[in-house]
């Protein structure tokens, strides 16, 4: 078995973690993947960290199960509350994903940015950590209460969803940020719905691309990039997989699968 040819594996709190899985395909499509929607268990910014973290190694196991080469852990709960032990435990490579506040403070003019993420996200230590390092600059935070829920619903464009979004956004729109930062994996297929609310000069930020360059990094220094030029993607999710079918479209199978 050529271990090069592996797939890389990929896991979240639901089908969020999919616009990550987007970004990854698209700067290395002829690597396989296998993405796992831990849908029966969203959102994650609700629990405690002892059941996040256990939540995650259970993802762990699934895909190393599957024979993946890698892992990337597409949630930032996930991320901030569960990755050391995931390296502490396994051999495998992982690689997770943060709120990108680094570049919206760099760029920022007004020096006031807000952050959208869960509460798991905004609680944890390594998420404090990060901002601590940005005392000149304003940092509005904001949990999502709702928003993981109405996306594994389907309800993206539903007006509960235009509601808690204006309620969200305008108030930091008073406060003058420049850049909203979006700190979970699931709000990328919120930006339509968020552009229509915030002013044209605000940028959106998120971690997609920063995940999948990091991804071909490792691949190149530790792992191995396929010599295949067939790729295979696969998708499971523990729930209906209607939803997740509908976001990643026909051209792929999302399969039901409990684990």
């Not at 199960?65 to 996930?78: H, S």
């Not at 940015?113 to 905004?122: C, D, E, K, S």
């Not at 709702?146 to 993206?156: A, K, R, S, T, Y």
């Not at 605000?202 to 295949?228: H, P």
Request: glycine share 6%; net charge negative.
């Amino acid at each position: 078995m050529d271990y090069n040819n592996q797939p890389i594996g990929i896991f979240d709190s639901g089908i969020g973690g999919t616009s990550i899985w987007s970004a990854i395909h698209a700067l290395l499509p002829n690597e396989k993947t296998i993405y796992l929607a831990d849908s029966k268990n969203a959102p994650y910014g609700q629990k405690s960290k002892s059941e996040i973290i256990a939540l995650s190694m259970k993802n762990t196991d699934f895909l190393l199960d599957m024979g993946c080469k890698l892992i990337v852990v597409a949630c930032n709960t996930a991320t901030t509350n569960a990755i050391q032990e995931l390296r502490a435990k396994y051999s495998i490579p992982f690689i997770g994903i943060e709120p990108a506040i680094k570049p919206a403070v760099t760029h920022s003019k007004t020096q006031v940015i807000g952050i959208l993420a869960t509460q798991g996200t905004l609680n944890s230590e390594l998420f404090n950590k990060t901002t601590e390092k940005y005392q000149d600059t304003k940092i509005i935070e904001q949990v999502g209460h709702g928003l993981v829920q109405l996306i594994e619903n389907g309800q993206i464009n539903s007006p509960e969803m235009t509601l808690l979004l204006e309620s969200y956004l305008t108030p930091m729109i008073r406060e003058n940020i420049d850049y909203l930062v979006l700190g979970c994996s699931h709000y990328p297929y919120l930006i339509p719905q968020i552009k229509k609310i915030l002013p044209d000069h605000i940028q959106i930020i998120d971690s997609g691309q920063a995940v999948a360059k990091q991804t071909q990094n490792i691949l190149r220094e530790k792992v191995g990039f396929t010599n295949s030029s067939e790729s295979e993607n696969i998708f499971y999710t523990n729930t209906d997989p209607k939803v997740l079918q509908e976001i990643i479209g026909n051209e792929f199978i999302a399969i039901s699968k409990d684990f």
